[in-house]
DNA sequence: TTTGAAAAACATCACTT
DNA sequence: AAGTGATGTTTTTCAAA
């Protein structure tokens, strides 16, 4: 779980944040002219962003679907109650796994996953029913992947 | 929708996109070094990824909840089977929306949804249910993300 | 916290192998 | 398809404001 306290940002933590959303590669020098402040400035406001854990990382955004991974899978998950943390932690430090959502329902954890074959999926399925504390899975098959896409605007 | 035709890459090109998913602001001159090539294949490696769409992007990865976003949540949407692409269009274009998932059963399309707060989801499922498109929705609030990267280990 | 300046590191391109 | 070398940029650091 992530920290939940909120952190203050101004109008240039914002706009360095809203252009690294865009391109994480982009010259903290070309913005911070474009800015009318020092690169120093942004590179401290920046360390900053990092070391709070507002930024949490760089990435490439890859399509999956082009290095052979065609397969988007959803998965609803009813855990024994005493065991769903646990679980939890598991399945995240799966490989295939890109999001573990803690739900309330029928089910008690979302996951989405993703995989080079429809067998593969399979052999995870099934390798996760082994486990005792899942009493029930629901597996739904991504027909098309309409957006994937981890930005929001930030206002 | 993403064009689904594979890429096939090399050694070079896998290592160079696994060491930007780690980290997008490497520096292809270092990264070079290590891999004992020259920073100029790496540079032309990256743009024939870029330009066959491989890598789509980069960016840098945010805790939303941090920011002042702390709700997720995951809605299931039942749409008039004529207008389901269409629906999934304007979707996918909202700022909120991180993830739009074509799905087969009970309902058409999933959504994954960010918000400032419990009052703005309910705001943004009342927007979506004056669209006539839509026959029916189910909306689960997420208690707790346990995990949201969009990475996974390419193989 | 921000700046300016300077050194070290970097991207990029035309050219060569 | 990959490397080399040149050129202009960029990052990074730090003393001073």
Redesign the pocket.
């Known amino acids: 779980m992530s920290d939940r306290k909120k952190i203050e940002i101004d109008a240039?933590d914002k706009k360095l944040l809203i252009e690294l959303l865009k391109d994480s590669r982009?010259?903290?020098?070309?913005l911070a002219e474009e800015m009318n402040?020092?690169?120093?400035?942004l590179?401290?406001?920046l360390m900053?962003l990092v070391q709070e854990g507002v930024v949490k990382g760089f990435t490439a955004l890859i399509d999956y679907s082009k290095l052979g991974y065609p397969v988007t899978s959803i998965l609803m998950i009813k855990v024994d109650g005493k065991h769903i943390l646990e679980f939890e932690k598991e399945v995240s430090n799966l490989d295939n796994v890109v999001a573990v959502y803690d739900v309330v329902g029928e089910y008690d954890v979302m996951l989405i996953a993703k995989f080079r074959s429809i067998e593969d999926l399979d052999t995870f399925i099934k390798s996760l029913l082994k486990n005792p504390k899942i009493e029930r899975t629901y597996t739904s098959i991504v027909l098309n992947v309409v957006k994937e896409d981890p930005r929001i605007k930030i206002i």
Chains 1, 2 share one sequence.
């Open positions: 240039i982009i010259s903290l020098r070309r402040v020092s690169p120093a400035t590179h401290n406001r900053r």
